[in-house]
């Protein structure tokens, strides 16, 4: 009984310690985003042989352009595109893809760069979009790589949502590197 003591506080001890030098070791970067996307016709990717309620089951997928500014001729952002999927009357399955354009900084951190939403996204009775709705990140590539963080939309017309979005990255210190590489070698 004493050894399994002894064995388990050991462990616990190298989890906390490589916990505490991986802390000391990263930093987190913070990006924040606004855009307005501009809604295009959903089209139907798939549906169920038999439907409990109408749409439970249905797939669709869409591609929307986002725009600088609520103008749909304004600097062309990137576009967001995705796949949603009713399980209820008033609720879908979201996952969906930002694609960034070269924004902000040239050749910077959103070059080319995309980060994954998933979440529920919620409907009214009458089977509109709710006019404020978040979806979580659950990922990036490029710049954005390792990305996690939020993204609030609020409709401002019809087919127009305002998205702002803010980034975390968790990034390693190079001068630390090596004592994570210790740490991860116990």
């Avoid at 089209?43 to 169920?48: D, H, I, M, N």
């Avoid at 963080?149 to 409709?155: A, E, F, I, L």
């Amino acid at each position: 009984m004493a050894r399994a003591t002894t064995m388990l506080l050991v462990l616990v001890s190298c989890a906390v310690f490589a916990t505490a030098v991986y802390a000391e070791c990263t930093n987190t970067k913070v990006y924040t985003f606004e855009f307005f996307e501009h809604l295009t016709n959903d089209k139907l990717a798939f549906s169920p042989s038999s439907q409990q309620n109408g749409l439970t089951g249905n797939g669709y997928i869409y591609d929307n352009p986002c725009r600088k500014t609520y103008d749909p001729n304004s600097e062309l952002y990137g576009f967001t595109g995705g796949l949603f999927v009713y399980f209820t009357a008033t609720q879908v399955e979201e996952i969906s893809t930002i694609y960034f354009n070269d924004i902000g900084e040239k050749g910077g951190t959103f070059a080319d760069a995309e980060i994954h939403l998933r979440g529920v996204w919620n409907l009214g009775a009458d089977g509109k979009d709710l006019p404020v709705q978040e979806l979580s990140i659950v990922g990036g590539t490029q710049g954005l790589a390792g990305a996690y963080g939020t993204v609030h939309y609020t409709q401002v017309a019809e087919d127009v949502f305002l998205v702002q979005g803010k980034i975390f990255i968790d990034v390693l210190e190079s001068s630390t590197v090596g004592h994570i590489a210790q740490v991860t070698s116990l």
